[in-house]
């Protein structure tokens, strides 16, 4: 089992739950506006030690603020939007206290997450299965490509067989010839070579001698042709056993792949409807984890990996920062990366997770802050990783992608805050650029169904 379902599978074991919503957490602003918090939130999210917060860097109210309507999965599908996503976000809103600065309470709406089990085994068997098919897929296509290069090299073989073939027959051709000629003339040279020949017997002796040296030359390339040609049979041979392997163990991997995709597909849908259950119930916090408890070993930017990573290892993307539409009641407030239910989220870079809710119009979603005063926020997830208060390494799983709250399609919305709320996101395209990190679509996701 790969490191991935390892960590994924430790960190979604059923467990008790901390409560992630609206309560617990005083606030007041600042000279500047900006949310100042004493008591568990201050340390909450204090990074651990030798880690200095920028200027924005104080937490505020727990996040968790809905999105205004929906939100676009995949292109074509239509986000909710009108009358009814409209009154969805009133009412959300009218329940929630304001935040510092005019933004919406993060965290009101919707029920607090429970002290439930964090995650049933369905998102357990969904890590299980989506890592089982990025590695089948993997070596699917590892054998696909190495029976190609085997094709081309008994193609090359065979070609180089049938010119030696040629070869081989113009020698014989050659022997034949010479045998005919000494048969007309009795082994002797022709009447005309041996009038010419006979005024000098050593020019005659000479021109036997050369006779038979071209014969025994030519018989000696018959026997080398013949020698290389039988080695390139050799060769084409089990060329032709090697592709037939490689034929038939490839079809064998794209048997398990499908049967693989087949189960993965019942279990997304199986972890899609418990997702939105747990969501309408408030029970989608992740497991307990206080600020006391053990930091975990380095992750990749404290080893000499990378301080940033994207949120999903493979994507297509789709609505992006800003943009607008009939879809949202204002301007698309992150990116969207289209991805299958189940696809593991990870924490695009080191961070203290400030919240974990439920219900809204983000359905189940993340808020990790990071060193400096950034907010990451992971939404619409189907199951989650972590807890409120734990702190996550660059790259860790924090959950997996689903389609919970205003959502038609599955896919991760991922936003870049300056503070918990919403409205003070900057483009997460750029933003992770500026670290390094470029983000592409993959062509195909790593499951060989939808991209993701």
Do not use: K
């Not at 049979?233 to 398990?256: G, I, K, N, P, Y």
């Not at 409807?273 to 969501?279: G, L, W």
């Not at 395209?429 to 470029?438: C, F, K, P, Y």
């Amino acid at each position: 089992m790969s490191v991935l379902v390892m960590a994924v599978c430790v960190l979604l074991v059923p467990g008790p739950a901390v409560a992630a919503g609206a309560g617990g957490t005083a606030a007041t602003a600042g000279p500047a506006g900006s949310p100042v918090v004493s008591g568990e939130a201050a340390e909450m999210a204090a990074p651990p030690p030798g880690e200095r917060p920028g200027a924005e860097g104080r937490a505020g109210p727990e996040p968790g603020d809905p999105e205004r309507t929906g939100f676009t999965g995949h292109p074509g599908h239509p986000e909710q939007s009108g009358p009814e996503a409209a009154g969805h976000a009133h009412s959300e809103d009218s329940t929630a206290p304001a935040a510092p600065g005019g933004g919406s309470r993060a965290g009101a709406a919707g029920p607090e997450p429970s002290h439930g089990p964090a995650v049933t085994s369905t998102s357990a068997e969904v890590a299980r299965l989506f890592e089982a098919a990025v590695e089948i897929t993997a070596a699917h296509e590892r054998s696909r490509r190495a029976a190609g290069v085997q094709r081309a090299a008994l193609a090359r073989l065979q070609e180089q067989l049938a010119r030696r073939r040629t070869e081989v027959a113009s020698l014989h051709d050659a022997v034949g010839a010479i045998a005919r000629d000494q048969y007309r003339t009795g082994g002797q040279l022709t009447a005309t070579a041996g009038l010419l020949l006979a005024r000098d017997p050593d020019e005659l002796m000479r021109g036997r001698r050369a006779a038979r040296q071209a014969e025994t030359a030519v018989q000696r390339l018959l026997a080398r042709a013949g020698a290389a040609a039988e080695q390139l049979a050799s060769a084409e041979e089990r060329a032709r056993r090697a592709r037939h392997d490689l034929d038939v163990r490839t079809a064998r991997l794209a048997r398990v792949r499908q049967g693989l995709e087949r189960r993965l597909e019942a279990a997304r849908w199986a972890l899609g409807n418990e997702a939105e259950a747990r969501a309408a119930a408030g029970t989608c916090a992740g497991p307990a984890r206080g600020a006391a408890g053990p930091e975990p070993g380095p992750g990749p930017g404290a080893s000499g990996g990378p301080a940033w990573v994207p949120p999903v290892d493979r994507y297509q993307l789709s609505a992006s920062f800003g943009s607008g539409g009939e879809r949202w009641a204002h301007r698309h407030t992150g990116q969207d990366f289209a991805v299958d239910i189940g696809t593991p989220v990870r924490s695009v870079g080191a961070g203290r997770v400030l919240s974990v809710s439920c219900a809204g119009a983000f359905g189940i979603q993340i808020v990790v802050r990071h060193p400096g005063g950034y907010y990451t926020q992971y939404a619409h997830l189907s199951a989650v990783a972590v807890g409120r208060r734990e702190w996550v390494r660059t790259g860790q799983v924090i959950g997996l992608a689903g389609s919970t709250g205003n959502s038609t399609g599955p896919h991760l919305h991922f936003e870049v805050r300056l503070t918990p709320y919403l409205g003070s996101g900057v483009d997460p395209a750029g933003w992770l650029r500026e670290r390094g990190v470029a983000l592409v679509s993959a062509s195909a996701s790593a499951s060989g169904s939808d991209p993701g």
